[in-house]
C-alpha cells in the first residue's frame, strides 16, 4: 500500500486534516514544518506551490486544501465509511456541504475575522455567502435534521465543517445557534478527535497552550 504523508504544522488547519486521517485508521508519516523558511523551501514547495499546509502525500498522487483532503482520504479508503460512493442518493448532499464549507463558510468567517462586512443588501447580494448571519442559519438548519451533518451518519463533512463551525464557535466569528453546542460535544468526543487533539497539542511550541 502506497505511503501517506502528511505535511503540516500543529497551529494550522492541518490539525482538520490530522482528525480525518485519524479517523480513517491508515498508518501515516507526520512532516512538521514551521512557518516561514521551510514552507518556503524550494523541497516543500514542489509538495505546494503556496508554500502552506496541510497537504498530503499518497504515492505519487498530492493533495492540497484541507477540504480535498478529507474528500480524497474518505474516497481513498471508504472501508471507513465516511463518505457516501458514488452512485449513493447521499453523494449530493455531501458534496455539497463540502463545498459550502470551502466557499460560503470560510469566506464569511474569514471576513468576520477581519471584521469586514457588506454595506448593506446589496453589497451581501454579490457575496458568495449572503452574509454571516445566513450561513450560521443554514448550518443550523441542516443541523436540526439530524445528530451529524448528513443526518445519523458522521462523515468527512463534520470532520471538515465540524471543524470551522468549532472554530468560529472558539474564536466568536461565527454566531451561535441552539444546535451548535451539542454538535460540537459529539465530534469533541470522538476518540479520533481526542487522539488527534492529543498529538498536535504536543507538537505545539513551549509556551503555546492547548
Aim: hydrophobic share 45%; proline share 8%.
Amino acid at each position: 500500500m502506497a505511503q501517506l504523508t502528511f505535511y503540516t504544522n500543529p497551529m494550522s488547519r492541518g490539525r482538520i486534516v490530522r482528525w480525518m486521517l485519524e479517523e480513517v485508521g491508515e498508518p501515516y508519516e507526520t512532516v512538521v514544518l514551521s512557518y516561514g523558511a521551510e514552507m518556503k523551501a524550494p523541497g516543500y514547495l514542489a509538495v505546494n506551490p503556496m508554500g502552506k499546509v496541510p497537504a498530503l502525500r499518497h504515492g505519487d498522487a498530492v493533495v492540497t486544501e484541507a477540504g480535498a483532503i478529507c474528500t480524497y482520504l474518505a474516497e481513498a479508503f471508504p472501508q471507513a465509511g465516511l463518505a457516501p460512493t458514488p452512485g449513493d442518493p447521499g453523494r449530493a448532499a455531501f458534496l455539497r456541504w463540502m463545498f459550502f464549507a470551502a466557499g460560503p463558510v470560510e469566506a464569511a468567517v474569514t471576513a468576520a475575522a477581519f471584521g469586514w462586512t457588506a454595506a448593506g443588501p446589496q453589497e451581501e447580494a454579490r457575496l458568495g455567502y449572503g452574509s454571516l448571519e445566513r450561513v450560521a442559519d443554514v448550518l443550523a438548519g441542516q443541523l436540526a435534521e439530524g445528530p451529524f451533518l448528513l443526518g445519523t451518519s458522521f462523515s468527512a463533512v463534520d470532520v471538515y465543517l465540524g471543524s470551522q463551525i468549532m472554530w468560529g464557535r472558539m474564536f466568536d466569528t461565527l454566531p451561535d445557534r441552539p444546535p451548535f453546542a451539542a454538535y460540537l460535544d459529539r465530534l469533541s468526543a470522538r476518540p479520533a478527535a481526542l487522539r488527534a487533539n492529543e498529538m498536535d497539542d504536543a507538537l505545539k511550541p513551549e509556551g503555546q497552550g492547548a
